[in-house]
């Protein structure tokens, strides 16, 4: 997929990929999906939908008069600053951002990572974070069974009470985490409550 995405990110096609955006829009394609067939952030669907409802499909066109096509150094240094004051950010929406505040589109990738770079963001895979996991350790649930299994050990003794042990494995394949642009030296937390997929078996014993 690498190799069409190149075809599509080539900047002579960015009008062509402009109004692909506004009009795949208007045809109830969902902001996301457009985004990841484009490989473009959803601002930049939304500016060219605008651009397009407002001045119509020429403002869809390339329209550079005369430009350098490069960042001034203030400009660099604005966007460097804007970067270093992001927790993550994406090659698209750095070129998104770089076209609409500044009118330049770099013709390479590269130029893109050195900014990111700059700007004290680089490629990582993320850390999971459970947002279902428990905040009470491990020793407090055991504190709960000890004291269940006591007020009913008269009962269990008796026969009228029968307690089942539960235990439990997983078999874990296939990390479901990949790599995106975050803050350097700093762990990038995404929630997601497995980080493999898994198959879990359960037992149970009468004790």
């Known amino acids: 997929m690498s190799s069409l995405n190149d075809i599509i990110d080539l900047p002579a096609n960015l009008e062509v990929k402009r109004a692909l955006a506004v009009k795949m829009i208007l045809f109830d394609f969902k902001t996301e999906d457009i985004g990841a067939l484009l490989n473009v952030s959803d601002s930049f669907v939304s500016k060219w939908k605008i651009r397009f409802e407002n001045e119509g499909a020429s403002a869809l066109k ?106 439990e494995c997983h078999v874990g394949w296939g990390e479901t985490i990949g790599y995106g642009w975050g803050r350097q030296h700093e762990r990038t937390a995404v929630a997601v409550a497995t980080v493999n997929q898994r198959q879990s078996y359960y037992g149970v014993m009468n004790l």
């Open 62 to 167: 390339l329209n550079y008069k005369g430009g350098t096509g490069f960042l001034t150094e203030d400009q660099r240094d604005e966007i460097i600053f804007y970067l270093r004051m992001q927790p993550h950010y994406s090659v698209e929406e750095l070129r998104d951002y770089i076209e609409l505040y500044d009118g330049v589109v770099y013709h390479s990738k590269p130029s893109y990572y050195d900014l990111l770079n700059e700007g004290r963001v680089s490629w990582h895979q993320p850390q999971a974070a459970n947002p279902n996991r428990e905040e009470a350790p491990g020793w407090r649930k055991r504190e709960e069974i000890k004291e269940q299994r006591a007020e009913c050990q008269a009962d269990i003794v008796s026969g009228e009470v029968m307690v089942f042990a539960e235990d």
